[in-house]
């Protein structure tokens, strides 16, 4: 049995589309209305009891959002999503239809981020994109291709993503809305720094840092400092860096953005300890370390821990040892899945605040309009509400609840069974905990050229026959046979990572001392030789890869 890699959705990331999702959480002020008139069916054309139960699933779905409910808030976003589509067709749909359908599809789109399915994340976007480009306002456009270049950031693919964020900065620039454009800066910097145009990236960083100055968000502009930063060191313009930092770090402190700090320390440590001021390196590397620690951030952890061994040699060395005993064991287990920790990098390196910024801004510049058309709209309507309400509002309001309840019931139900098979099919820790050890044991053995069962057996303090006892026990292998697949999982990573890499390099990295050796073993293993596989398709990091 190999281990599987875990992708990282840490994130946290692309709450932006909440800019839309603000703007409907304001719609809730209209509760005494509005709901009544969905939930008492005010109506009688055609298809008003359809609109009325998914607008309610919308808002449904939203709460469960937030409750960090992700797979109940898919669940009741997609059945609203088919309660509009079934009832009438998209070309037919009033102007409410419409706008119900974009907020669903944006909370699709933000629940398949969290939950690192980007693909799908990203063909929800395009769906909104297309139907706000449709109904023609440049706002909700801009907000929507800002989700979209969030998404491809995540997917790692900031070409793309490039190509998105300035279609929404040439939309936004027809709306006078300088919070919006100072968050659009500053997603446009982080953009660019992933496509390694650090000066773009900054002249980005700063003007959104010059447009949160001029609004008088102290707390933003720290978050700019810290884009700023992050292409001045970059650019080896460490002095500037430094001075960025210095606003930033206590801004950041004061705001309580406690990752964007932990990221901000790691790179203010780096500057101390290239500028030979350790003690004051070790500082910010233990507060990075402590909020990594605290958020389960792995990623970042290694960061903190590689500085703490570099700041700490000199002086406690055991202490520094220590801290690279950590940062290797995470480097080992973090290789193979690369894509879901550069994600959790991404939403760490401040996409995701931004596009929770921007939901906070639109909720306050929109609840004053919102609330005066809310007082008008129920005025007029309150005359004639009322007669519906005695006949119809009990009755409807109990239907609603039955049927939620018992909705609510058979998903409680699924989710149990599913948590029991889970539990069923988890490999217990000690098990785990097993395996990770003999990784481990075999990736320090390929780093000193000395491969071998019988030290392996004896470093887990057994003896062959027991090692190959409980080898063959958990995975169906003999002992041989799995160190010889950790060796090979290891091949194939720095193959695909590194494809211009010599293989007799690769050879060496796996505890080979002649190429030739490798290539046999690669060859039974893989099937084909090295050469033949960096020439095929077939480089793709294994999603049960035991690294």
Same mark, same amino acid.
């Given at each position: 049995?190999? $281990?599987?890699?875990?992708?990282?959705?840490?994130?946290?990331?692309i709450?932006?589309? @909440?800019?839309?999702?603000?703007y409907?959480?304001t719609?809730?002020?209209?509760?005494?209305?509005?709901?009544?008139?969905?939930? $008492?069916?005010?109506?009688?054309?055609?298809?008003?009891?359809?609109?009325?139960?998914?607008?309610?699933?919308?808002?449904?779905?939203?709460s469960?959002?937030?409750?960090?409910?992700?797979?109940?808030?898919?669940a009741q976003?997609?059945?609203?999503?088919?309660?509009?589509s079934k009832?009438?067709h998209?070309d037919?749909?009033?102007?409410?239809d419409?706008?119900?359908?974009?907020?669903?599809?944006?909370?699709?789109?933000?629940?398949?981020?969290?939950?690192?399915?980007?693909?799908?994340?990203?063909?929800?976007?395009?769906?909104?994109?297309?139907?706000?480009l449709k109904?023609?306002?440049?706002?909700?456009?801009?907000?929507?291709?800002?989700?979209?270049?969030?998404?491809?950031?995540?997917?790692?693919?900031?070409?793309?993503?490039?190509?998105?964020?300035?279609?929404?900065?040439?939309?936004?620039?027809?709306?006078?809305?300088?919070?919006? @454009?100072?968050?659009?800066?500053?997603?446009?910097?982080?953009?660019?720094?992933?496509?390694?145009?650090?000066e773009?990236?900054? +002249?980005?960083?700063?003007?959104?840092?010059?447009?949160?100055?001029e609004l008088?968000?102290?707390?933003k502009?720290?978050?700019?400092?810290?884009?700023?930063?992050?292409?001045?060191?970059?650019?080896?313009?460490?002095?500037?860096a430094e001075?960025?930092?210095?606003?930033?770090?206590?801004?950041?402190?004061?705001?309580?953005?406690?990752?964007?700090?932990?990221?901000?320390?790691?790179? @203010?440590?780096?500057?101390?300890?290239?500028?030979?001021?350790?003690s004051?390196?070790?500082?910010?590397?233990?507060?990075?370390?402590?909020?990594?620690?605290?958020?389960?951030?792995?990623?970042?952890?290694?960061?903190?821990r590689?500085?703490l061994?570099?700041?700490?040699? /000199?002086?406690?060395?055991?202490?520094?040892?220590?801290?690279?005993?950590?940062y290797l064991?995470?480097?080992? /287990?973090?290789?193979?899945?690369?894509?879901?920790?550069?994600?959790?990098?991404?939403?760490?390196?401040?996409?995701?605040?931004?596009?929770q910024?921007?939901?906070?801004?639109?909720?306050?510049?929109?609840?004053?309009?919102i609330?005066?058309?809310?007082?008008?709209l129920?005025?007029?309507?309150?005359?004639?509400?009322?007669?519906?309400?005695?006949?119809?509002?009990?009755?409807?309001k109990?239907?609603?609840?039955?049927?939620?309840?018992?909705?609510?019931?058979?998903?409680?139900?699924?989710?149990?069974?599913?948590?029991?098979?889970?539990?069923?099919?988890?490999?217990? +820790?000690?098990?785990?905990?097993?395996?990770?050890?003999i990784?481990g044991?075999?990736?320090?053995q390929?780093?000193?050229?000395?491969?071998?069962?019988?030290?392996l057996?004896?470093?887990?303090?057994?003896?062959?026959?027991?090692?190959?006892?409980?080898?063959?026990?958990?995975?169906?292998?003999t002992?041989q046979?799995?160190?010889?697949?950790?060796?090979?999982?290891?091949a194939?990573h720095l193959?695909?990572a590194?494809?211009? @890499?010599?293989?007799?390099? $690769?050879?060496?990295?796996?505890?080979?001392?002649e190429?030739?050796?490798?290539?046999?073993a690669?060859?039974?293993?893989?099937g084909?030789?090295?050469?033949?596989?960096?020439?095929?398709?077939?480089?793709?990091?294994?999603?049960?890869?035991?690294?």
């Open positions: 049995m190999k $281990i599987n890699a875990y992708l990282c959705s840490c994130f946290v990331i709450d932006e589309s @909440m800019n839309r999702v603000g409907l959480m719609k809730r002020l209209t509760v005494v209305t509005l709901a009544l008139l969905m939930s $008492i069916g005010v109506w009688a054309q055609t298809g008003s009891d359809a609109s009325a139960s998914a607008a309610l699933l919308r808002d449904q779905s939203d469960l959002y937030s409750l960090q409910q992700y797979d109940e808030a898919k976003a997609l059945e609203g999503l088919n309660t509009l009832d009438q998209k037919q749909m009033t102007d409410e419409e706008e119900t359908m974009g907020d669903l599809l944006n909370l699709l789109s933000i629940i398949n981020v969290r939950q690192g399915h980007f693909e799908q994340a990203a063909e929800y976007a395009k769906q909104c994109n297309e139907l706000d109904r023609g306002d440049p706002d909700m456009i801009s907000s929507s291709y800002n989700t979209l270049t969030a998404i491809y950031m995540s997917m790692r693919q900031p070409k793309e993503a490039e190509k998105y964020i300035l279609k929404a900065l040439s939309y936004a620039k027809q709306v006078d809305n300088p919070q919006r @454009m100072a968050v659009l800066n500053g997603m446009a910097s982080e953009v660019y720094h992933h496509m390694g145009d650090e773009r990236s900054l +002249d980005y960083a700063t003007l959104a840092y010059d447009m949160e100055r008088g968000r102290k707390d502009m720290a978050i700019r400092q810290a884009q700023r930063a992050a292409s001045l060191i970059s650019l080896k313009r460490n002095t500037e001075e960025a930092l210095g606003e930033a770090i206590p801004g950041l402190r004061e705001s309580g953005n406690r990752h964007s700090l932990g990221i901000a320390c790691n790179q @203010m440590g780096l500057l101390k300890h290239q500028q030979q001021n350790d004051a390196a070790v500082r910010y590397y233990n507060e990075a370390l402590e909020i990594f620690l605290d958020q389960k951030d792995l990623y970042n952890e290694s960061y903190s590689k500085g061994y570099d700041a700490l040699k /000199s002086i406690d060395p055991t202490l520094a040892l220590q801290h690279n005993d950590r064991e995470l480097r080992d /287990s973090l290789y193979d899945s690369e894509t879901g920790v550069l994600l959790s990098k991404y939403a760490a390196e401040y996409g995701n605040y931004e596009l910024a921007e939901n906070e801004e639109m909720l306050r510049a929109r609840r004053h309009n609330i005066i058309g809310v007082v008008v129920s005025l007029l309507i309150l005359g004639w509400l009322l007669h519906y309400l005695c006949m119809r509002r009990r009755q409807c109990q239907q609603q609840v039955n049927a939620q309840l018992q909705q609510s019931l058979d998903k409680l139900t699924e989710e149990n069974k599913r948590l029991n098979r889970l539990d069923e099919e988890e490999m217990n +820790d000690e098990a785990r905990e097993f395996q990770l050890k990784i044991i075999v990736n320090q390929m780093e000193k050229g000395e491969v071998s069962v019988d030290a057996a004896s470093e887990l303090c057994l003896s062959t026959t027991q090692l190959r006892s409980r080898i063959n026990e958990l995975t169906g292998e002992p046979n799995y160190v010889l697949g950790i060796r090979m999982q290891k194939r193959m695909t590194h494809p211009s @890499m010599a293989i007799g390099d $690769i050879a060496l990295r796996c505890g080979y001392e190429k030739a050796s490798f290539s046999r690669f060859k039974r293993y893989f084909m030789s090295p050469t033949d596989f960096l020439k095929s398709d077939t480089q793709k990091p294994s999603e049960n890869s035991i690294l």
